[in-house]
């Protein structure tokens, strides 16, 4: 059957399912993200709450204002970071948990137990491996991923990684 002799309303309505169907796979090659794609932006994402969480303990428990203002800066920065994060899982339909690791809850009670007169040692050494774990991770993923948006998120992420350990850096400088 040739679509000229189609008439013009059945033709306009397979134009629209016709391009309906095309964005839907569009959409859908978003979507395909391999298993290890995903348990990696897991572990991303579950380090991501730790660091997030050690951040505000340091706000509250950190003996210096500048290591306050980097943990307060961190947090901030890092609740953005898992904001997109999450959205972008959801967008490729990985599903995320809210709880930590075994070696996220680590490093929180490393951070919480840290005595006082070092806390604030403990936490920037402790800020400065958290981000370059994330920057490598980051790094890696957004030349590797399937996803498009997802490879974008991993590469938005990377200078904020850069940011704060450069902030723990000097700080630590100071300190």
Avoid at 25 to 36: H, L, P
Avoid at 87 to 94: C, E, G, L
Avoid at 110 to 123: E, L, N, Q, V
Wanted: charged share 25%; aromatic share 6%.
């Amino acid at each position: 059957m040739n679509i000229l002799s189609v008439p013009k309303y059945s033709r306009q309505v397979c134009a629209v399912i016709l391009v309906g169907t095309l964005l839907a796979g569009v959409r859908e090659c978003d979507a395909q993200v391999s298993s290890v794609e995903a348990r990696t932006l897991r572990e991303f994402h579950q380090t991501l709450i730790a660091n997030i969480r050690a951040a505000q303990i340091a706000r509250s428990r950190a003996w210096s204002r500048t290591v306050r203002r980097v943990a307060d800066n961190a947090a901030f920065d890092l609740r953005d970071t898992r904001s997109n994060i999450e959205s972008v899982a959801r967008r490729n339909r990985i599903s995320l948990t809210s709880s930590m690791s075994s070696s996220g809850r680590s490093l929180v009670n490393r951070i919480s137990t840290a005595p006082g007169s070092s806390f604030d040692r403990i936490y920037l050494d402790n800020t400065t491996i958290q981000m370059r774990w994330l920057q490598r991770t980051a790094q890696n993923g957004s030349r590797t991923a399937r996803s498009p948006s997802l490879r974008s998120a991993y590469s938005r992420s990377i200078p904020v990684f850069n940011r704060i350990t450069s902030d723990a850096r000097r700080a630590q400088i100071r300190w």
